[in-house]
């Protein structure tokens, strides 16, 4: 159990950070979905 915990922290952790760095690089973009990433 303790395993399976640890293998979905770390695909959530990618997950997340795709999703950074996706944001990250259309940010100058100014599409409603930055400025709604920005209340999180």
């Known amino acids: 159990m303790k395993v399976q915990t640890e293998l979905f922290s770390s695909i959530a952790s990618k997950i ?15 599409n409603p979905l930055s400025m709604f990433y920005e209340f999180f």
């Open 16 to 30: 997340l950070h795709q999703t950074t760095m996706s944001f990250l690089g259309h940010q100058e973009a100014n």
